[in-house]
Each structure stands twice: as C-alpha cells, then as structure tokens.
C-alpha cells in the first residue's frame, strides 16, 4: 500500500506504508545513527517527532523486551528507505515491523530519505505527517497546519509518570531523586549498576516535597518539547540549588542552565545520532556521543559564564558545531551535559560520566549537610 | 599538539610488488601520506621496488628509492639519507617486518632513527601470537584457544587438547600465507607442515574453531592524546572460515544490534590501547557467535590493511592520509574532515547507502590448483560497490567483477556443492534460490546469516527489483548529509523521485574510464596510467571526472580527480554518467581492457573519445587487416592463420609451419595461449582449450624460436612520433611479455637495429593514425625484424619506461590526446640515460600449492618490480632480490635442461663453477658439462629411484634450479622439480638466458652491494653515473 511523507512546506515524498494503517502528524526529525532503532522509538525524548532513519535498511535485527528504553514507542513515525521485517535474527523476540503494526505505530519505507534530510537540512525541522495514499493532501496538510509547533510545548507532562517510583541500586550508594521529564531505562540502568538508588518523581513534584525525603541528590533526566515551556520545573530547580547537588542530562542539561539564568534556543534541525564528537575542555579528551536534542543552550564556549549561582565553567563543546554540550557551577555542586552518555543507542565512551555524578552528589551532599 | 619539529627528515617503506593479500592498497595508502608529509614541510624519502605506483612518482617524496626492500639496500638508504624518522604503518606487512628487522639488527638505533605511527614494541604485541594473546588476556578480551607450536609433535598436542577441525596460521606471513582449516588428521599433518615452512621464523598458531561464527572488522584510529575512533565496521557476508580477502564484505554491519556493536567498538578500543598503537589506524577483526553472543578477538593489524584503504573509499574518511598526520603530532580534533571541509576529523562516519566489495579470482590461470577457498587468501583483486540498498550494492558490485566467462551453475546438487566454498559460491547461492532452494536449506550449508540470505533470495527471484525507480547520483558525504559537503563523491541509486546530487560546474570535463579490478594481465599498471590522465587533465583547466570501481587504487580516491563516480565499468553504467556529465570527451585508452571494450558501444552512442579512435584500435586488432598494413609498410610478421573449427585449424597448422603459438580469439593477458610444436600437440591443445572457448576463432602464428623479444612503448599526435623507450627482454620470446624481465636500453641489440625499430614504430604509429600511446612488441632473429603486434593504447610498461627515463609517458600522450603537439614539447631523443634499469615479474607460484611454475606465453605474474644499477648484472641482481628471488651466494647449483640448450648450459655452469658454486646435474645435463671439464655431480631423475632430484630439493640441497623444459606432458619431472622448488622458496631460472643473467648477476652481487640511488638524482641533474658508480 503507498503512502507519502508531507512536510509544512509542501514538500512530499513518497512511499510504501509498511506500519500500523493511519495517518500522523508532527515534527520530522532525522537521527543519523546506523543501529538502536528501537531503542530510539521507544525513547521519550523522540515524543510527538516522526523519526527519519537516514541509514537505509532498518529491522535487521528484530525487536526485543531489552532494547526498550521506556515501556512504549514515543516516536509517532518511522520514515525509512528500505524497512525489513525478519524475525528470525538471531536474538530477536519479533519482527520489527510487525511491532510497529501492534503497536500502532505507522511506518512509511522507500521514501528517499536522503532528499527529505538534505530538505530539513537545509530548511530546518519542521511539522509533517505520514498519510496513507487515500488520504488527499489538501486534507494531510490541514492536519499538518493544525499540529502545535514544538517552540513552546511542554512535553514532559506526556511523558512523566504517574507517582513516584523507586529503583534501588545494587549497593549502598547515594539516594538520588530525579524529576521524571522522560526517563530512559539506560539511566536507570546506569545508575542503579553503581549502586545509587534512583527514586523517579513526577515533573511536577515542587522542591518541598522533593526534599522532604531528603535524598543525597537531584538528577534531571532527559525529555521531549521546548525547555522554555518548563518554567515550573525551572522553578523547582532553582529552589533546589545550593541545598541539594544538581545534576543533569539533555533536557535536563537545558533546564539547568535556565534556572541559572541561561538561555535556551531551537538548533535548526537538532542533534540526533551516534557520531557527533564532544571534547571535555578539562581533560582534551574527546568522547564520541549519542545525542538527541532539538533544543541547545546558548553560550560561547569557552569563556566562564557568570550565573544567578556564581561563575560557571564550560566543560563541553560539540565539535561539530562549537554548540554547548556541558556546564559545571563552581559555586554549588551542579554540572549537567547535553548529550547522552547514557547511550541506548550509541557509542559507550561517556559511560564514566556517571562515576563522575555520583562521586560529585556524594561529595557535595556532604558538603552541604 | 601542534606538528612535531623534532624531526625534519621521514623515512617511508612501500610495499614492494602486488602479491596476492598485498595489493594496490599501500600504493594509495602511501601515496597519501608522501602527499600530506610534504605539505606538512618534512623531507620524504621513499623507498620502494614497484615502479608501477604513484608513491614512487618524483614529485610524491623528496628522494625516491626503486630499491629492493630488504634490509642491507634500505640500511644503504638509511646510511646515505640519515633519517630522524621511519613511518613504517603504511606499507603493508612487508614495512612492518622490515623496520622491525631493521630495530633488532641495531640499524635504526646507531643512526638515530625514531620509529613512528608504531613502536618496535607494538609491533611484537600485534604481531607476534603468543605476546598478542597475553596481551588481550591481560585487557580482559578473549581470543580464540590457540597454541604455537613449532614442530609437528607440539602440534599434536593442541590436537588432542582442542579436538578437530583446527586452523594452522603461520607467523609473519602476508595475508595467510601458508596456513589452511585442517578437519582430517591427514589435512593436520599436511597443513601444520606447510605452515611451519612458510612462517619466516618457523612458528605457527593452531586455533581452536570457530567456523561459521560471524566475521567482522573495525578499523580504529588513535590519537597520541589517547582519542580513538571506529572509522568503519565490516562485516563479512562469509563466516569465518574464508580469508576476509577472499570473502564478500559489507559496510557498514548488518546484522548486530546496537549493544552488540558497541560492545565490539569497546573491545576495538580496548585492543588499539592494549596494544599500544599510539597513533595511526589499526584494523580489528573479531568473531562473533550469534547464537551466544560470545566475541573472540581474532587479530589485529597495528597499520593500515586492505580493509582500511576499503573503509576509507566506504565513508570518505581517508584513514593513511590521516595516519599519517598523527603520527607526526596532530591530534584528531586538529584535522579537518576533507569531504565536509567543516567539522574535524574526531568522528565517526555516518553512512546512508551500503557498500559491498567482492574479491575477484584468477583460478582460470592456474589449472591442477584447488580454487576452494579458506583462510589463505587467494584472490588477486577487488571491487566495491556502493547502493542506498545492500541488493543494489551487491548486484552493482556483482557485475564489476568483469568475468572473463560467466559462472553456469551445473545441473547438479548446488546445495551439496555449496558445502565447499568456491569463487562461484554466489553465482550458485543465487542459482540455487532460483532453483527453489529455501533460506533455511542455504545457511544450513554456507553458515550465512539469514539476514544476508533474505536479501539475496529476493535478489536472485527479482534481480531487477533494486533498479526500480529512477536513477540518480548520491553523494558519499561522511555525514549522512548532515552537514553539506565540498568534496563528495557519487554512487548511482535508484530512487522513487531521482533526486540528483552532482554538482557538475561550469568548466570543460574529461571522464577517464578506470581498470576496474586487479587481475592477472591487468593490474597496477593501469590506475598508474589513469591517475596521470586525471592530473594532466586537470593542469589543462578542465575537470577530470573518474569512474572506476577499484577501492584499492589511487585513481579511487577522491583527491585524484574533481569528481569521482563508483560505478561498475559497464557500456550501460558509464553511459549514464556521459549523460550527467556531458563531457568534452573520455578517454579509453589508459585502463587496460576494460574501457577499450566499452569504446565502440560508446561511439556508437554518439559519446566523444579522445585519442586513438576505434576505427584505429580495430585496425590493429584485425589481424588481416593490421597484416595488410604491414604489408604495405613493407614490415614483416610472422606467418599467422585464423580458424573457424578445428579442422581449419589443422589444416592451416603446415601452412603457417610448426612450432605455432596458438590462442583463442579474444584472451587477455595470453590467457590459453600455448605453443605446439607438431600436428599431434596441436590436436591435444584443441582438444583441451579450443573445446571450452565457445566456437570462438583459433589464431595461429608461426613461433620465432630463440627470437630476442623488443616492448616498444611510443606516442603519436598524429603528425609526429616520439619513442618513450625500447626494452628488450631477458627471456626468448615465447615467454609472455608480462612475465619477462626486460631492460632498458637494451642490452644487446645494434644501433642499426635500434634505428629499424624507430623507424617501423614510427611508421606504424601514423599508418594506424594513433593519438596517444602505443605499444609495440617485436621480435628479432639475427639481423631480421618481426612485428608480433600493436596495440593503440597504455601498455603494462608504461609506469617501468616512466621510471627509468623520468619522463611521464602516460601525461605527455594525454597532453596529446588533449590537443598538444609533441613538436612543442621538446622531448629527448634518445630517453634513456646510462644508467641501466630491469623490470621483473613477480609470480604467485608460492600461494597456490600445486601450479607449475614455468613461465610461458600466459602471463602468470600478479606485479613488478624495478632494479636500477649502472650496468646489467648490477640492476638484474637488484631486481631479482626485489622480487623475491633472493639470488644465492654460494652453494648448490642444480641443472636440469632440454637437448636444445645444452650447449648454452656449459657455459652458466662454468660461470657458476668459477664463483665457487658446486654442480649437480641430472644425467644429459651431467655429460654435456663434464665434458668440459667442470666437476658435476649426477642425480636421479624422479623415474630412477630415490634419492632422486626431488628429494635433494626437499631436503634444502640445493641452493639454485635452473631447469629448462622439455615437453607440455603433464606432470612431468620438470614440473615436480619447480613445484618443490617454490615450496622450498629456492629460485628456480626455466630459461636459458635467465641463466646467463642469474649468473652475472651473482658475480655482480659477490664483487658488492650495488650503491642505491634516488630517482631524484638519476634524472633530476641528469647525471648517474657519479651517483650510480661505487
């Protein structure tokens, strides 16, 4: 059955349906690495976003219960050159489209992906939708005009869970509170295999109650949607600083920096995939990184910025672009990073990262005790 | 880190001549870094035995050495040159081995060379087994159980310990050399043999199975700040078990999940790092176990490989290039990616199409050989091709192959013969779809993943699948257009809207059709001519557009050209890119076969071809019509005939008159060729060849016996001629020109033969109306001149008369093709100094166990090397030594030689008698040289009973074989004596004048070592001979 990508401008391509049989609408994205398909559909952050896989066949592997990163498909799309569907790999629990069809998720293959990223490269990311061949484009691009603009949306409400959860951590570490923005099972992960215990909190959990069970520290994980229309967690964040460590990832790494004062702003087609190099401007050494953001903030790298909470140092940049990929306050224990070294998917170079937060949550919960 | 300035004067080690499992990958990868190294403001100097490579071009170092890479001649350069530095990661095996010679002899640290890009200690943990397996351990990586052995007895052992089947490795060999899957005891024996034979220190690893495990590679760089990054992953379409050269390959990897393929990056990390590589790119092969998940580290290559020059063509990242800037202090931040020209060059490339290279093989060369494949490499070149889906890749890649014949699966069970795998294994895994077979029933027999086996049965159900839409030109961007490129290069895609990426530009372009794969007849040489045709055509201010599907050349690469296209060289493909391109013209004639097949399809399409036209190739292809040429130009050739059927040609056999040289109609490299000698040889030749040749015309020359043969090689604009060089062979004719050292000047020809031969090439050139080169070969009887042919295009000897005169053949005729008269150019008459310069073939006897390894009018050899020396003896020694035949010093002399040549025999055995040699000699032979009072020992011929000559060639006896042949019958004494004189690596002469030539050569080599001398100084000053004279 035929199918076709439409984008805000008009600009259509076209292809085969090989998803569940509807029509969606939302922002087109592309992520550039060659593996974690599933990984990537299943992870908050890609909420109300139409995932382009730029590598061409995409399914090789099947799906299983282990490559999730949350417990559904946030992604509302997957848009692919040459889709497959074997079950039989090695590993696999099933089919990857077979999944998607289950799961509802439409799929579109045999679009050529390169020309429609060449097109957002170009032009930037913007709204679209996949529609079924039946679907007339006049109808495909009212939906189309009638999806929110990703400036300004607060998604984390979406994605956030219902009441609060508790991972415990294989060993006696640090009781860290995170503000639940999109979690991924990866940090989760990460955290708990170091022995922290990670309790996951509503985003909309005000810094009272985050402290009265008084954990070690505050993580802020990452999420969907603009930063700028999360002023409420900001100003929990903001509460929390100086009295508790604070650190954080991707959205977290963005709301952060705004409850010290620093700005947000939409990348032109956003970071997403395995390859783009980080350098630690402490260390010289640079770490290939899984990213996935579609928002940054804004900063010469460089240069030490002076925030609400004291100076604050740069640690990061993104080679690619000079763009911000780290911050650390020197006056309060709180740093964060922009990319993923959580990976799931991508490159395990930042993996220490978490060694690193949970020594610093430790040590200046001491320090602030 | 900024450029170290500690060290001015860099030393690089190529790779020598193209073997099999070392090809045209380190000319591209050495080429890169002589090119980066001199821009980055260091001295280069070069040394290399190949002279058909670019590295060795003047201009790529600031001393080029065409020197034997052995350890005296390159310690000489050292001696001579006092460099601060030896890079030696870029020239294959052949330089690691021999800077890690040159460290353990104590050369590098008395003249104060530091080993970069590699320390002597990393080399031994990569390289050497046992320290590279505790050294994983100690990282907390797995390899394969394996133990080294170094006799059969401790051999056992490993046996009884891992069970059956085993792979028997030997150390320090190219591309496995040596080694094989043992799953008999008898195979056990037999392969721990070879293996413990081969290895130059006599040590081999046996290791435990891991057959039908998944292969794959990456290929890792490192900074000296400790950053790394995986450029590319591999993954091997055959399972473990088949050579990774001699298997079909994808990139990126197909069928692991994320984890798992960051698990393995991990592990490439930790190994790089275990290992200790401080900067450079390292190549890491591992297996992987499906099913459990398990990861075994196989090896790891501390340079860069085939695979890297293979990764670097898949995702523009060009790995030596940046090597070799590491290794001089920059760090990977500090270097700028070239295809996107703005983010660096820490990063991994992200790919959006899938690239599948498939190796090609030669079997057909080289009958009584076993052509299953195994973990001994055995293919001679390779192809790549890239599509936005693996079907189109693997279907592209499929048809670059140029097969000589096409594979016709039998009629029989292709299942069954799947089981052992072959060259056609594709071609039958396809068939086999085609026949009904089911997915299940294929891996079941090949170990393939499903993945790939669904992919290939779609393929083989609906070939034309892949093809719909329309097509169109993708860029390779590194980024997966992420980023906008400057520099890309393009791949046909078929796609539902088309939607093109080239950029052609306003100015002029010239396209240059490419060799396509390495095989036997048509190598190196060929991309040598192409990447000239491509420089002088951009100097000429237009745009050189490449097409070519060889990842292993200089012409692939995309600094070469202002666009290039990795296409396969078909009539259809490259007429697609004409329409693209619109270009000024092509240019056919520099890619050997491959674009000169295409020329008349392309005429025909209305395309424009610079130079010689078709009308011309054709005359002097036509034998009768290029006879009645010659004719008129009151030239002579040997008497020819051409037959329809057997029966014309037997009857026109007493006609042209016995011994004949007889071929099918359309061979290249002298494929099938043979010579008869009676009506009886003649009916067994059409018998054996004519049969299989597809009712093809049989040509039949009559065969100038003891004739000196003459290469020609010459440019004509049309008005003028200008002879680039005359060469003369060292073998009579009958020996295929490719496989014939030859020198230059001649040796023994008069001037007034020399005059002859200007004279009629000049003649020739005009007559046929060639623009650009021709080659032309001759044989001389006496005072008589024959022509043998004329062909309108680059020759294999071009890159070896460039070399020797310092004058580029192949741009002055592209200047010409381009419009340029020769009369403007002001050339030397007389090119060729007074130095003397030898070309030597290089055989693969040695990789193919049970090949005859007689030279005769097939051609055999896969390269060449150059000695360059003030006289003969002193450049054929040079040049024997560079191509492996390491002539002895003392010894044992064993001669063997047709009633013919026994009169020429005495006299290289009173020579060898003389420097001391003694003589053993089977009984003919025996008599002729006792009679002249030269003392001789006779040895049995294999008939007359233990010990024979065999056995004294197995038992290491014997230091020398010359052994002339007497006869075609199969199997015959002669062809046990060669055959066991390649496994014990003992140089074997089987003609007379390669006798003569061995012998003064040896009374050269005895008197000293022949200085060494850059190319810089023969030709830069003009002045040799002071440099060249002790």
Partial sequence: MLAYVLLEDGTRFDGDAVGAPRDVTGEVVFTTGMSGYQESMTDPSFARQLITFTYPHVGNYGVSASAMESDRIHARAAIMRAAVNPSRAPGAEQGWLDWLREQGIPAISGVDTRALVRHIRDAGAMRGGVFGAQTPEAEARERITAEPSMVGLDLAREVTVAESRTFAGDGDGPRIAALDTGIKHSIVGNFTSRGATLELHPCTTTAQELLASDPDGVFLVPGPGDPAALDYVVDTVRELLGRKPVFGICLGHQLLSRAVGLDTFKLPFGHRGANHPVKDLRSGRIAITSQNHGFAVRGEPGARLRTDYGEAELTHVNLYDGTIEGIRLLDVPAGCVQYHPEAGPGPNDSLGLFDEFIAEIERGSRALA | ?1030
Wanted: glycine share 10%; proline share 6%.
């Fill in chain 2, 1 to 1030: 880190m900024p450029r170290r300035d500690d060290i001015q004067k860099i030393l690089i080690l190529g790779s020598g001549p193209i073997v099999i499992g070392q090809a045209a990958e380190f000319d591209y990868s050495g080429a890169q870094a002589c090119k980066v190294l001199l821009e980055e403001g260091y001295e280069v100097v070069l040394v290399n035995s190949n002279p058909a490579t670019i590295m060795t071009d003047p201009e790529f170092a600031t001393r080029t050495y065409i020197e034997p890479l052995l350890p005296g001649p390159v310690r000489q350069v050292i001696e001579r040159e006092q460099p601060d530095a030896l890079l030696p990661t870029l020239g294959g095996q052949t330089a690691l081995n021999l800077a890690k010679e040159l460290h353990e002899d104590g050369t590098l640290a008395e003249h104060g060379v530091e080993l970069i890009g590699a320390t002597y200690d990393a080399i031994c943990r990569a390289e050497d087994r046992e320290i590279f397996d505790a050294t994983m351990q100690a990282a907390g990586l797995r390899t394969a159980r394996n133990t080294i052995a170094t006799s059969l007895s401790q051999a056992r052992v490993a046996l009884e310990t891992f069970g059956l089947p085993l792979i028997v490795r030997p150390a320090f060999t190219l591309g496995g050399r040596g080694g094989g899957i043992a799953r008999t005891e008898e195979e056990f024996e037999q392969t721990v043999a070879t293996g413990l034979a081969a290895s130059p220190i006599g040590q081999i690893l046996i290791d435990e199975s891991v057959l039908g495990w998944g292969e794959f590679e990456l290929e890792v760089m490192r900074d000296a700040a400790d950053n790394v990054v995986i450029v590319c992953s591999i993954e091997n379409v055959d399972p473990m078990g088949i050579h990774t050269g001699d298997s079909v390959t994808v990139a990126p990897q197909q069928t692991l999940t994320d984890r798992q393929y960051q698990r393995l990056r991990d592990q490439a990390i930790a190994v790089i790092r275990a290992v200790g590589v401080e900067t450079g790119g390292s190549n890491v092969q591992f297996a992987v176990n499906p099913a459990t998940d398990e990861i075994i580290v196989i090896e790891m290559n501390p340079r860069v490989s085939r695979s890297s020059a293979l990764a670097s063509k898949a995702t523009g990242f060009p790995i030596a290039k940046i090597a070799a800037r590491l290794a001089v202090g920059y760090l990977l931040d500090e270097i700028s990616n070239d295809i996107t020209r703005s983010t660096p060059a820490s990063f991994e490339p992200a790919l959006d199409y899938v690239v599948v290279k498939w190796p090609r093989f030669a079997f057909e060369k080289f009958p009584g050989v076993d052509p299953g494949l195994s973990t001994h490499m055995k293919s001679v070149g390779e192809v790549m091709a890239i599509g936005r889906t693996f079907q189109q890749a693997f279907a592209k890649a499929m048809r670059s192959r140029e097969l000589d014949l096409e594979v016709r699966p039998g009629a029989g069970d292709l299942l069954a013969e799947l089981e052992t795998p072959g060259a056609d294994r594709y071609d039958l895994v396809l068939e086999a779809f085609r026949r009904g077979a089911s997915e299940h029933d294929v891996h079941e027999r090949t170990s393939i993943d499903p993945w790939f086996l669904r992919e290939l049965r779609e393929l083989a159900l609906d070939p034309e699948g892949p093809f719909r839409g329309v097509r169109c030109y993708k860029a390779v961007d590194t980024c997966a257009a992420e980023f906008a490129a400057e520099t890309p290069y393009y791949y046909s895609a078929w796609e539902r809207s088309g939607a093109n990426e080239v950029r052609r530009g306003e100015r002029p372009s010239v396209m240059i059709l490419g060799s396509g794969p390495n095989r036997i007849g048509q190598g190196i040489e060929f991309d040598y001519c192409c990447v000239h045709a491509a420089m002088t055509v951009r100097e000429s201010g237009r745009d050189a557009v490449m097409v070519n599907c060889n990842p292993e050349t200089v012409s692939t690469d995309y600094d070469t050209s202002d666009r290039l296209y990795f296409e396969p060289l078909t009539l259809e493909d490259v007429l697609a890119i004409v329409e693209v391109e619109q270009p000024e013209g092509v240019i056919v004639q520099f890619g050997g076969q491959t674009p000169l097949k295409l020329a008349a399809g392309l005429e025909a399409a209305g395309v424009p071809l610079l130079g010689t036209q078709p009308e011309a190739i054709d005359h002097a292809e036509d034998r009768g019509r290029f006879g009645a040429l010659l004719g008129r130009l009151g030239l002579r050739a040997p008497a020819f005939a051409t037959a329809h059927s057997e029966e014309e040609a037997l009857a026109a056999a007493p006609r042209v008159g016995f011994p004949l040289l007889v071929r099918p109609s359309y061979v290249l490299g002298g494929r099938a060729m043979e010579i008869v000698y009676s009506t009886a040889g003649l009916e067994d030749y059409l018998l054996r060849v004519a049969r299989g040749a597809d009712r093809r015309e049989i040509f039949l020359d009559r065969f100038l016996e003891n004739a000196i043969e003459v290469d020609v090689d010459a440019i004509c604009d049309g008005e003028d001629v200008w002879i680039g060089g005359i060469m003369q062979h060292v073998e009579e004719a009958g020996i295929h020109s490719g496989d014939s050292a030859c020198v230059l000047p001649p040796h023994s020809l008069g001037s007034e033969m020399l005059a002859e031969i200007r004279e009629a090439t000049t003649r020739m050139a005009l007559a046929l109306g060639v623009v650009g080169l021709m080659n032309v070969q001759y044989a001389v009887t006496g005072d008589d001149l024959y022509v043998i042919e004329a062909n309108p295009r680059a020759s294999r000897t071009v890159p070896f008369v460039s070399k020797a005169t310092g004058i580029p053949l192949a741009k002055i005729a592209c200047r010409v093709m381009l419009g340029e008269r020769l009369a403007t150019m002001e050339l030397p008459q007389d090119p060729g100094g007074d130095h003397v310069s030898i070309k030597e073939a290089v055989l693969p006897f040695d990789r193919f166990a049970g090949s005859d390894a007689l030279l005769g009018p097939e051609m055999r050899s896969t390269g060449e090397v150059m000695g360059v020396g003030a006289d003969f003896p002193a450049a054929f020694a040079k040049a024997q030594a560079a191509a492996g035949a390491r002539l002895p010093q003392s010894g044992t002399v064993f001669l063997t030689v047709t009633d013919s040549d026994k009169s020429a025999v005495v006299g290289i055995a009173a020579q060898l008698h003389d420097l001391g040699f003694a003589m053993v000699a089977t009984r003919g032979t025996a008599a002729a040289i006792a009679r002249m009072g030269i003392p001789v020992e006779r040895l049995n011929k294999l008939g007359e009973g233990s010990p024979h000559v065999v056995d004294w060639i197995e038992r290491g006896d014997v230091d020398l074989v010359i052994n002339t042949p007497t006869g075609t019958e199969a199997r015959s004494d002669g062809y046990e004596i060669r055959r066991a004189a390649v496994a014990r690596g003992i140089p074997c002469v089987t003609t007379i004048s390669g006798g003569m030539a061995a012998a003064r050569a040896i009374a050269a080599a005895r008197a000293a070592a022949p200085p060494v001398v850059s190319l810089q100084e023969i030709h830069g000053r003009g002045s040799a001979s002071p440099a060249l004279a002790t």
